[in-house]
T-cell receptor, first 119, second 116 residues
Framework: DAGVIQSPRHEVTEMGQEVTLRCKPI?????LFWYRQTMMRGLELLIY????????DSGMPEDRFSAKMPNASFSTLKIQPSEPRDSAVYFC?????????????????FGQGTRLTVV | AQKITQTQPGMFVQEKEAVTLDCTYD???????LFWYKQPSSGEMIFLIY??????QNATEGRYSLNFQKARKSANLVISASQLGDSAMYFC?????????????FGGGTRVLVKP
């Protein structure tokens, strides 16, 4: 298996522009997580999908951020408009389990991350 | 709500010695899993080991072992015979049965530097 695939690996954009990050989870996994990592705030969970349905989006910073999972093999995280404080590494991760089932012991596999720089 | 606390922001360890990384957690879930991840300077997140809340024995994976003390709500990672390649950030994480459909929550991490 190719693992979790994120694109792009690096993104540099100007303040005010729209940014779209993409993620392809591991085939067969039904849980998908988006995390943001910064030096100041560490690793933050932004949103969590189970079976393509958003279960917890309490970590999404504000209305500028949105995430979708139109099918089991693709998810996007969009920032519009982007701001310099959004600069971070964004990780996507997938796993089995979720939705209150007994598969809560399943580990999550991470993509390589997208390093976003907003100037 | 579930919370993971890693109180050691950074530590040094001599090559070939063992090191213990602390992790305490708080949850109201009766059933949960605890995980450790490694993040080297290259940035990827690597799964190391997990422990289930009902597991009677401590988990082990090669040089990694998990010192699970359920009553104290701690799940410390022990790395034996440290190697230079163990220098990295280490994250403790938790996933509960009831917590928002099994979401995965991370602690703040501990940076380990192995000295030759």
């Amino acid at each position: 298996d190719a693992g979790v695939i994120q694109s792009p690996r690096h993104e540099v954009t100007e303040m005010g522009q729209e940014v779209t990050l993409r993620c392809k989870p591991i085939s067969g996994h039904n849980s998908l997580f988006w995390y943001r990592q910064t030096m100041m705030r560490g690793l933050e969970l932004l949103i969590y999908f189970n079976n393509n349905v958003p279960i917890d989006d309490s970590g999404m910073p504000e209305d500028r951020f949105s995430a979708k999972m139109p099918n089991a093999s693709f998810s996007t995280l969009k920032i519009q408009p982007s701001e310099p404080r959004d600069s971070a590494v964004y990780f996507c991760a997938s796993s089995l389990g979720g939705g209150g089932t007994g598969e809560y012991l399943a580990e999550a596999f991470f993509g390589q991350g997208t390093r976003l720089t907003v100037v | 709500a579930q919370k993971i606390t890693q109180t050691q922001p950074g530590m040094f360890v001599q090559e070939k010695e063992a090191v213990t990384l602390d992790c305490t957690y708080d949850t109201s879930d009766p059933s949960y899993g605890l995980f450790w991840y490694k993040q080297p300077s290259s940035g990827e997140m690597i799964f190391l080991i997990y422990q289930g809340s009902y597991d009677q024995q401590n988990a082990t994976e090669g040089r990694y072992s998990l010192n699970f003390q359920k009553a104290r709500k701690s799940a410390n990672l022990v790395i034996s015979a440290s190697q230079l390649g163990d220098s990295a950030m280490y994250f403790c994480a938790m996933r509960g049965l009831k917590a928002a459909g099994n979401k995965l929550t991370f602690g703040g991490g501990t940076r380990v530097l192995v000295k030759p």
